[in-house]
């Protein structure tokens, strides 16, 4: 049986040869349900830069998206915090 993912799954990647530094997040649809209007506002910030060919959306309703910043882990952080106390039990 497979695992139903609940949270967003994050990583920092660093390219070999530029050391350009990018984030990848995926959101579940689960995760999305609850919270699509977090995740949406989050989005919409400037500090988050992603182009249409950075999103990948999945038949379920989650996607996965590749975004840059000047800090992607920084970014992530910030939207841990704007989730409700109850998002991480």
Known sequence: MAEVLTQPQFQVLTHQH??????????????????????????????IQ????????????SFRIYFRSNSPKKQYLNLIKSLPKNAFI
């Open 18 to 47: 530029t050391g350009t530094r990018t984030g990848r997040i995926y959101f579940p649809a689960v995760f999305l349900a609850e919270y699509h209007a977090i995740v949406k506002e989050w989005l919409d910030l400037q500090e």
């Open 50 to 61: 992603f182009e249409e060919r950075d999103v990948k959306l999945y038949g379920d309703g």
